[in-house]
């Protein structure tokens, strides 16, 4: 009888994806609820063929290279920033990818925290739970509008023409930057293309959905900051150092802009005594874009089904890398390989 291919799986993953590469696979799973240490990712995938890891595993040279007879590395996430592709690419090793199954489940997530920076729903929360509660103010907790506000999408990809969607569902004018102009989903939406620059002096919320690379690293920092409304609102559930998050702290705290919404930050997790936390325009909840039963159902499927592909040989949903030209309000305008913008 023919062997079982051998797969390191970093964490429990749902059943549905399990099931399906225990069938095929002799599956070696690590148990834990923090990530395999380094060492422990070196020594697994000595003998594997298919590795199936999460963005929180480190998956650099040093890795592929400890790992001789790797034929796949099928991430759990549509984001691979985690994953050095040259190094996979130069080994022919495909690097496999969830696209598409979490895209309305991190949209919903984007406008939850939207509306909950713009109506200050944390604030009154913990007013209601402190015991502050009074009586109706008729000045306490003011907001800011949502309808009918301008909203400016950084990267159209699949997550960001979802909240873009959504934001036309709110009535509002929604401009997007990306690297690539998509006349498609501007007739079909409304939108209005802008350079970076103009769509962070317009718009009432920034919300970020570029994949992380040397580009878009800290895109968004001191000088992207002010040129931003002091009334505005900065939503992030891409990936945390898209953000310059010192820059951040000292934008809320002295008014640059008005508030900021967080999914994802840098580093993550967030220490608890981070000044960010501290600041009350400022929501943070902990990379839960993707978090509902269905899209991490259909994640686990889909990258079961990367592994098993990769591993008979066969093609999977592959993270792919294109040549455009990215606007970086710090380093210019440049020509540069940049991977697809998180789908
Ligand atoms: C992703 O898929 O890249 C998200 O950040 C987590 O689901």
Redesign the pocket.
Known sequence: MKEKPIVYVTRRIPEAGLRMVREVCDVRLWEGELPPPKEVILREVADCEGLLCL?SDPIDAEVIGAAPRLRVISQY???VDNIDLGAATARGIPVGH?PGV?TDATADLTFALLLAAARRISEGIEKVKAGRWRTWEPLGLLGADVWGATLGVVGLGRIGAAVARRGRGFQMHVLYHDSIRKPDLEAELGLEYAELDDLLAQADFVSLHTPLTPETHHLIGEEALRRMKPTAILVNTARGPVVDIEALVQALREGWIAAAALDVTDPEPLPPDHPLLELPNCVVVP?I??ATVTARERMAVMAAENLLAGCGGNGCRTASTRKSTIRNTQHGTRETEVQEP?Q
Do not use: I, K, P, R
Request: hydrophobic content about 50%; glycine content about 20%.
């Open positions: 963005l996430a549509v984001g969830t979490l990379h874009g993707s998180l």
